[in-house]
């Protein structure tokens, strides 16, 4: 049923059958574990080094991604990029989901919102401000979406006994990266928020949505807690990003 509104990105229809859906054209393939990285360099070494196949590939008009399979301690795992951005991200895990994949881990890397967070510190988004449009069409309106409380938990406690440092915190998911205004940041911090990205608010939703197991661990990137803007040169640091994602393969069996 559908909730009219002046607004139309509030008229939330609770109807869970759409016109097309990715199961009607893809096919289960794929193992039920997945992580999803942001960091092309970081997968092109580690596949290549365990010399991984494809599998599968994410189409596009613009770009097709493949899918590899790992096998770690003896558990098929897929390993693949998302498409970028809330609906790129949505899209992502409905194709994933609809050939097999049960479980995620994904990696990616945020804007900072508190100048204490240094470059490479891994935090984990307990929650997410839903200032994207993609969200809404997956769960009521709300100001903000959790992450499912089962697997973060599970996560916390394997880089516990990995002696993994991390923070927990709030993300601010955005559209606009070029609308990141001074007043906007303000407020977002004000609620809570450490790090600012464009994809988390989605992933979280569609995993409720599907009832899936999904837990995004993020990296302390630029810095936007100052007077200009600091990019801090956070797109090379190749070795946190390769760090994370071996990481994040060692713990999506986990889940």
Not at 14 to 37: G, H, M, Q, W
Not at 69 to 83: A, Q, S, V, Y
Request: glycine share 6%; proline share 4%; hydrophobic share 40%.
């Amino acid at each position: 049923m559908i909730r009219y509104n002046k607004i139309p990105i509030l008229e939330f229809d609770s109807d869970r059958e759409a016109k097309i859906t990715a199961a009607s054209f893809l096919n289960k393939i794929l193992p039920e574990y997945c992580v999803i990285s942001f960091f092309k360099e970081a997968i092109n070494k580690i596949v290549k080094r365990k010399n991984s196949r494809i599998i599968g590939y994410l189409h596009s008009e613009i770009v097709d991604i493949p899918i590899y399979e790992l096998d770690i301690h003896g558990k098929r795992i897929c390993i693949t990029m998302p498409f970028a951005t809330a609906p790129g991200a949505a899209g992502t895990i409905e194709e994933l989901h609809a050939m097999g994949v049960e479980k995620f881990i994904v990696c990616g890397a945020a804007g900072c919102l508190c100048s204490e967070l240094e470059v490479g510190n891994l935090i984990l988004p307990v929650s997410a401000v839903r200032d994207e449009g993609t969200s809404y069409h997956y769960l009521e309106p709300s100001r903000e979406v959790t992450c499912d409380p089962f697997a973060l938990q599970t996560v916390k406690q394997l880089l516990k006994d990995m002696s993994v440092p991390y923070v927990e915190g709030k993300t601010w998911t955005t559209d606009a990266f070029y609308r990141e205004t001074a007043e906007k940041i303000k407020r977002r911090v004000s609620e809570g928020c450490i790090t600012v990205e464009m994809e988390c608010a989605a992933f979280y939703a569609v995993a409720k949505f599907y009832n899936l197991p999904l837990v995004q661990i993020l990296y302390a990137g630029d810095n936007l807690d100052c007077e200009k803007w600091d990019c801090r040169n956070w797109k090379q640091q190749y070795s946190i990003r390769e760090n994370i994602v071996n990481l994040a393969l060692e713990i999506v069996g986990g889940l």
